[in-house]
Each structure stands twice: as structure tokens, then as C-alpha cells.
């Protein structure tokens, strides 16, 4: 699961140059994530270190993620998704967007 994330990206003109220069800036990401646990419940946190949190996990499988620039859209995500019954978050994890405001 690999994404782009365009807010990293910083845009300057040299002076007296017409190029444009893109530098790569390291910034902080923040990744909502759920894990399906042997039981099938779905657990629903966030972190700023996705791998180094899946490998103190104690089992379950990844099987949503999404990125985030900031830690309060991070939270957000979070707590929205927990509150979502069963069949929305499947959805979710199906990449099934359509039924996302379909589903209660």
C-alpha cells in the first residue's frame, strides 16, 4: 500500500531563474490504520510510525490504512470510523466508496 503525499513537496523559484525547483521536504505523516484481530473484530487507531505500531501489535492484520499531513485530521478519521457500524467500515476496507454515504 503505497501513496503519494503532494503535501510534502515544496515549490521555490531560483532568483533570477524561470525554472521551478521541487524539494522534497521530510515531514511528520500520520497514518489512521485498522487491524482485523482472529475473532474478525476490527480495532481502529492512529500513530505516526505505522511500522514500528504493527510490529507491537499483539497479532491482527492490516487491512485499511490512510495517510495524513496532520495529527487532528489523523484523530478525526479515527474517531469517525469508530463511531461507523460494521457494514461501513467493511466498506471502507473493500474500498467500496460509493457505499460509504449509503451505509448508516
Known sequence: MGSINLDNICHRRMPGKGSLIINQQKMKRYFVYILKSADGSYHTDFTSNLEARLKNQQGGQLVFQAEFSLPAFA??????????????????????????????
Open 75 to 104: 484523530i478525526a478519521a479515527r474517531r469517525q470510523i469508530r463511531r461507523w457500524p460494521r457494514e461501513k467500515q467493511e466498506a471502507l476496507i473493500q474500498g467500496q466508496y460509493g457505499k460509504l454515504t449509503a451505509a448508516t
